[in-house]
Every structure is written in structure tokens, then in C-alpha cells.
Nanobody, 122 residues
Framework: QVQLAESGGAAVQAGESLNLSCVVSGIPFSFYCMAWFRQAPGDQREGVALIDTNSITTYADSIKGRFTVSRDNAKNTLFLQMDILKPEDTGMYYC????????????????WGQGTQVTVSS
């Protein structure tokens, strides 16, 4: 059974930092391109960051320079370090394993986690 379990979401003030984690089981983690998505209430789910099997990264323009995605293949864990958080970063953050081409797109995802809530107040 494939499981992606996110953690680390919290309610914080603008300017603070959070580090999200996603522990993956049931798939060969090191062979998968991985991604973070987020969804604010009333909005569509959007891609935030992507990391391929060689740890090459891609970021959405809205978070570039503030967020850092990384992976620990020995621990089957994906991370998202979020710095200088803004109120517009508020939303549910989802970890995803990408199937097929390594693209930051919902249509490319094979598996999803349940999400972890991030709330940033001004």
C-alpha cells in the first residue's frame, strides 16, 4: 500500500519559517520524482516545488528564493523548507509522487498525501 504522510504544518506569523516533511512508503522512493503542491480555499491546487531523482529542483515563481525542496532517499522522506512566509502562502500543502514525466503538474502525479495545513497571519 502506497502512503505519503505529510507533517509540519502549523499556524505562524508572516516572516516566520516552517519545515514540512513527507514520509513515503510502498514505492521505491529514490526512483520517483517528487513534488509539493498547495491549495488555498476556493483556489485550484498549484505546484510549488519539484525535485527529480538527481535532486534537480524546480520552483513556482511565487515562492522562488523563499522555499527549498530536498529529499533524503535513505529515509524515504521529502522536505519543504519555507522561509519568509507570507499570508498568501496559506493553504493545505500536499506531497506527491510523480509518475511518467517529471513535471510540476497535477496531471503528472501518481500518488498524493492527505495534506498538512499551513496558516500564515499578518
Amino acid at each position: 500500500q502506497v502512503q505519503l504522510a505529510e507533517s509540519g504544518g502549523a499556524a505562524v506569523q508572516a516572516g516566520e519559517s516552517l519545515n514540512l516533511s513527507c514520509v513515503v512508503s510502498g514505492i521505491p522512493f529514490s526512483f520517483y520524482c517528487m513534488a509539493w503542491f498547495r491549495q488555498a480555499p476556493g483556489d485550484q491546487r498549484e505546484g510549488v516545488a519539484l525535485i527529480d531523482t538527481n535532486s534537480i529542483t524546480t520552483y513556482a515563481d511565487s515562492i522562488k528564493g523563499r522555499f527549498t525542496v530536498s529529499r533524503d532517499n535513505a529515509k524515504n522522506t521529502l522536505f519543504l523548507q519555507m522561509d519568509i512566509l507570507k499570508p498568501e502562502d496559506t493553504g493545505m500543502y500536499y506531497c506527491a509522487a510523480v509518475g511518467g514525466r517529471c513535471l510540476l503538474s497535477s496531471s503528472s502525479t501518481a500518488y498524493w498525501g492527505q495534506g498538512t495545513q499551513v496558516t500564515v497571519s499578518s
